[in-house]
């Protein structure tokens, strides 16, 4: 399976919905994040998102791992892209452009942008869809955590998990 590298939204709607060993199935050891997204995951811990915390727990127990932008070519699309974008999303899609990694995140504009440059994409509906189709959750549960996720404040074009598989 390819390596994922996530956007900070996508770990926070799973980890806000007690739900991150979903993420851990399916992406355990090919998990990645930017030390921008840690970052940023940090600063909704001090507003008070607690269990976002539950990141931390992940990268020490090794399965999520921190990664750091290396070469020149990351560096430079990182600032090419931090013009317009945040910085969890620019260091994520210059780090999946680089090492092919695939690219977990929600933003549209992100998202947009990671198509431009030629990432794969896949998004907290995609891990759900995954998650459902390998039998690691049920579609009730699947739109049980969905909701949640909703009632957490995540932006969803579905209801239900029904609508896209």
């Known amino acids: 399976m390819p390596k994922t590298i996530f956007d900070n939204c996508v770990l926070s709607n799973f980890a806000l919905s007690d739900s991150l060993d979903i993420v851990e199935k399916l992406y355990a050891n090919k998990s990645y994040v930017t030390n ?71 933003d549209r504009a992100a998202r947009r942008e990671a198509e431009f440059q030629n990432v794969k994409l896949t998004g907290t509906i995609g891990i759900l869809i995954k998650a459902v189709k390998k039998r690691i959750m049920t579609r009730k549960i699947a739109d049980d955590t969905l909701n949640q996720m909703i009632r957490n404040g995540f932006y969803s074009t579905i209801k239900s998990i029904d609508e896209v598989i």
């Open 36 to 106: 921008y997204v840690v970052a940023e995951n940090m600063q909704g811990i001090l507003k008070g998102h607690l269990n976002l915390s539950r990141l931390k727990s992940a990268l020490d127990k090794g399965w999520l791992k921190e990664v750091t932008l290396n070469s020149r070519k990351e560096k430079g699309i990182f600032e090419m892209l931090s013009v317009s974008l945040g910085m969890g999303e620019s260091s994520s899609i210059a780090v999946a452009k680089i090492r092919s990694f695939i690219f977990a995140c929600d």
